[in-house]
């Protein structure tokens, strides 16, 4: 069942390619340019006065022995470059979650919110073939994330240092008083496809 959709779907994108390159550096589904929607952010920016607009709409899924909830965001960007090395980028969240007992077919909503979030990223060493570069930045300035759905632990301001060589990314990040750390790759699967 699944191989009798899965070569329409290759051929469509691989025969689209070429239409939807846009070179190495691309905006995340919050703005800032980076891998793996926007919680990796690298130490490139888009070209200076590049404009990028995104949106994207995420759904989760989740059950325990009680009860069910389901997860959507609805995620919109706007990412520009105004001076060489500083990318600013403002996006917009609508997050929607449902919760209901297991035993229960009809959902209830447990919070629909709508969060305005400012991000920043500023490259100190520019990428260059064979060198390092080193970006500092901020994701969601204002902290609008903070109180957001369930209020975990990983939402909030976050600040980053992070290098990218070539195709691999490392980073450190600060939030909530705590040190992490997150690391990427840019693998290129053909010509025009990240």
Known sequence: MVSR??????LVVSLCAPLWAVGPVASSWE???????????????????????????????????????TDTWFVY??????????ELAVSGRHEIVHEAPLSS???T????LD???????????????????LAIGAQDITGATNELGDGRDDRGRRLFLVG???WATLGITHMHGKIGEYAGV?????????
């Open 186 to 194: 840019r693998l290129t699967a053909t010509n025009g496809i990240d």
């Open 31 to 69: 703005g800032l340019s980076g891998l793996y929607m926007y919680t990796l952010p690298t130490a490139e920016t888009l070209a200076h006065g590049q404009i990028a607009l995104d949106y994207a709409e995420a759904r989760y899924g989740h059950e325990n022995m009680r009860t069910k909830l």
């Open 77 to 86: 960007s706007a990412t520009f470059v105004p001076i060489e090395r500083l």
């Open 164 to 166: 990218t060589y070539d």
């Open 105 to 107: 077919a009809a959902f």
């Open 5 to 10: 959709y899965l070569l329409p779907v290759v």
């Open 109 to 112: 909503t447990r919070s629909d």
């Open 115 to 133: 969060r305005a979030l400012g991000h920043l990223k500023y490259t100190i060493m520019p990428p260059r073939p064979g060198h390092l570069a």
